[in-house]
Each structure stands twice: as C-alpha cells, then as structure tokens.
C-alpha cells in the first residue's frame, strides 16, 4: 500500500484524484488524505495544471462513482452475500469486517437517507454508507444527492487543509502534506458534523415553534 500512496502523490493530476478517490469511496480502503490535500497544495502554486476548485469537483465525482460501485453491489448481491464478504479473508484484508458493516447499516437505520449525506463526514463510516443504501434499495436519485453534497463537504474540508498549508513555510513535499492532512482531518471533520447537526437542530425547532402556534 505505501508503494501505491508514493506513487500517487508522485503522479497527481484530474485523472489520478478521480481513480484513487473513486477507490477510497469503494470497499478498497485508500485514504483520502494522501489524495486530496496534497492536490490542493499543489494548486496553489498551479503545479501539474491543478486549482482547488477542479480538485474538489474531481475528488467528489471520485467519491461518486466509488460510492456508486458500493450501492450496487449491495442492491444486487443482497444481504447474505455482504455480510458474507465481510466475515471472509478477502473482506478482513479490505479492512472490512462484520462489525463494520452491521454499524454502518445501524447508522443508517437510525438516521434515513440523509446518512448518506451526514455519513460522507464520519471516518468510520464513510466508506460504508452506501453498503446499507444500496441493501435498503434507496432511490438511486437520492442517493446519488446526499452522496454528492456530503462528499463535496468532506473534500472541500481536505482542500481547505491542503490549500491553506501551502502558506506554511518549511512544507516542501505532498508526502509533509499527507502526513499533517491526515492528523487533523477527522478532528475537523467531525467539527463540521457537529455543526451541521445544531443547524438541522435549530431549523427544526424552529418550525415546531411555528406549527405550534398556527395550530393554537
């Protein structure tokens, strides 16, 4: 694995981030933080014919296309099979397991199909949130919505930290940038999860406020 991490930060540009994001989102674990961040600090210097704004897009249609290989494979292979895939070798050296899958489809159980947008921002269970969407044979259009907009937050949050390290003197390599992406992500990450969670909170309280009141 550290060969291919070499070799992808050795060799990013538009195709790479798309293929290795795409992979990330998939089964295969990847981390996104050797992918990501380390283009955007590219960018910002316009190295390799990168900017930030066509890495993010690049990253989150990765992340589309990964999650989308994830979905139909639940929805065609079922229950059984996924959960058989996870108690095999094969599953264990993807880094998935039995435990990790059940938890994702409990993730989802309990929040709907906006997990699919508020799972894109958990370290452990964005990988896997499209398993239980495709097993629960939620609408494609839908999926393929919150997918999109909870991938574009994450990968704008890793853009933001790549990007904003190139101010940082003393950083010379995409390996510095992954190393240090990779410390502060999830931190950030669920940040931002937090966040999203009080806003919802808020929204709704507010319109309970107004029902309330119409109906007295």
């Not at 990847?30 to 900017?51: D, K």
Request: aromatic residues 10%; charged residues 10%.
């Amino acid at each position: 694995m550290s060969a291919i991490i070499m070799w992808c930060l050795a060799h990013l540009n538009y195709w790479t981030i798309i293929i290795f994001m795409a992979v990330e989102s998939s089964f295969i674990p990847f981390p996104s933080e050797v992918v990501v961040p380390p283009a955007a600090w590219l960018s910002a210097s316009g190295a390799n014919g990168l900017n930030v704004v066509g890495v993010v897009i690049a990253a989150t249609l990765g992340a589309d296309i990964g999650a989308t290989i994830n979905y139909v494979l639940a929805l065609l292979l079922g229950r059984p099979i996924v959960y058989a895939f996870a108690r095999s070798r094969f599953g264990h050296l993807c880094l998935i397991n039995e435990e990790k899958v059940r938890h994702a489809e409990t993730y989802f159980d309990d929040h709907g199909a906006s997990s699919t947008f508020f799972g894109r921002l958990i370290p452990a269970v964005r990988q896997l949130i499209s398993i239980p969407a495709g097993l629960a044979r939620m609408n494609f259009g839908k999926f393929i919505l919150f997918t999109t907009l909870g991938a574009a937050a994450w990968n704008t949050v890793l853009a933001a930290i790549g990007y904003s390290l190139s101010h940082v003197p003393g950083i010379r390599t995409t390996q510095e940038i992954a190393e240090l992406s990779s410390r502060y992500s999830h931190v950030i990450g669920y940040g931002i999860l937090a966040v999203v969670v009080v806003v919802l909170a808020v929204i709704i309280i507010r319109k309970s406020i107004k029902r309330k009141k119409l109906n007295q």
